[in-house]
């Protein structure tokens, strides 16, 4: 008896998803990723959710901007979520415009495959800016919210503490560059 067996016996089995290594990849931050896989599942408990389940009396964004709340709205379409990816991609040396919540993840997806620097960094950039925008829209039950370059900070911490860790190559130019642009060196 094992317990792999046993629930490979009581589970319906599917494929993997296209988008499974973008969550689950050997060096992710656990709660980023529970948070990264419930927003592409889309079932984190946005305003529009909680609205039609009488818990709130508003679908309004939690960031004020006046809009719906939804999982797309508030990671992608919000301005004060638009402002802290837009950084984030930055730091990976990105130099795009946003794309809708789907297009962001098959990009992702697409752009983030392997192990090396660039991808890993993607990755877990990823995962952190997802968990700490809702981290931060979970801060509207208390009636206050921080500036976006502090969410930014968090993001750039954990993820320059989790590559610190890793021995992962450097020793290019671009990997140079993210390296500067996360804090890990000077």
């Known amino acids: 008896f094992s317990t792999k067996g046993a629930w490979n016996s ?23 990723a529970f948070s990264l896989w419930l ?5 984190h408990r946005t305003m529009d ?17 006046g809009d ?3 999982v797309e709205h ?24 946003m794309l809708s919540w789907p297009e962001e993840i098959q990009w992702m997806v697409e ?25 931060e829209r979970n801060r509207c039950f208390k009636n206050c919210f921080l500036p976006q370059e502090s969410v930014i900070h968090k993001i750039q911490g ?3 503490a989790k590559l610190t860790g890793l021995s992962l190559e450097n020793s290019n130019e671009h ?8 804090g890990m060196i000077n």
């Open 158 to 160: 954990d993820v320059a």
């Open 49 to 65: 959710r909680l609205l039609t389940l009488g818990i709130v009396t508003s679908a309004r964004c939690s960031f004020n901007c």
């Open 39 to 43: 927003a592409i599942l889309g079932a």
């Open 111 to 135: 752009h983030a495959r392997g192990k090396k620097l660039p991808q890993t960094l993607r990755k877990l950039a990823f995962g952190a800016t997802v968990y700490h925008i809702w981290m």
């Open 175 to 182: 990997h140079h560059s993210l390296c500067t642009n996360w």
């Open 68 to 70: 719906i709340e939804t």
């Open 10 to 32: 009581i589970r319906e089995s599917a494929p993997p998803m296209g988008w499974a290594n973008l969550v689950w990849h050997p060096f992710r931050i656990s709660k980023h």
């Open 74 to 97: 508030l990671f992608f379409a919000c301005p004060y979520t638009q402002y802290i990816w837009i950084k984030v991609l930055n730091m990976c040396n990105i130099n795009r415009q």
